[in-house]
């Protein structure tokens, strides 16, 4: 399951195990593109890996602080800190190969 965060549940989101956040906006093609593979990687890691979705125009503070300037970025955090990074459009096994990476 993805869930939608924002500025100021960002961090508690963030602050515990693997989470894998998609930053994008809803005018985004290739952002709506990517969603599907999202929720298949939500859906086949949901024991090991939280999946959260912030909306860059919402939430501008936290994009800004993870230098984010181009959408889609997929930043996956380990207990609150940035550990991969991955910008623009990826099919589900490129972001399977990444996921796998970080989780035991």
């Known amino acids: 399951m993805t869930t ?4 100021k549940i960002f961090h508690d989101t963030i602050a515990d195990g693997v989470t894998l956040v998609d930053f994008w906006a809803p005018w985004c093609g290739p952002c ?4 599907p593979a999202i929720e298949a990687i939500s859906e ?3 024991d090991r890996l939280k999946v959260a979705k912030l909306n860059v125009d919402d939430n501008q503070k936290t994009a800004k602080e993870f230098g984010v300037m181009s959408i889609p970025t997929l930043i996956i955090f380990k207990d609150g800190e940035e550990v991969d ?3 623009g459009l990826h ?3 490129q972001l399977t ?3 796998e ?3 035991q």
């Open 85 to 87: 990074k991955v910008i």
């Open 101 to 103: 990476k970080h989780i």
């Open 4 to 7: 939608e965060v924002n500025d």
């Open 97 to 99: 190969e990444l996921v």
């Open 32 to 35: 709506r593109m990517q969603a």
């Open 44 to 46: 086949e890691f949901e």
């Open 91 to 93: 099919s589900e096994e």
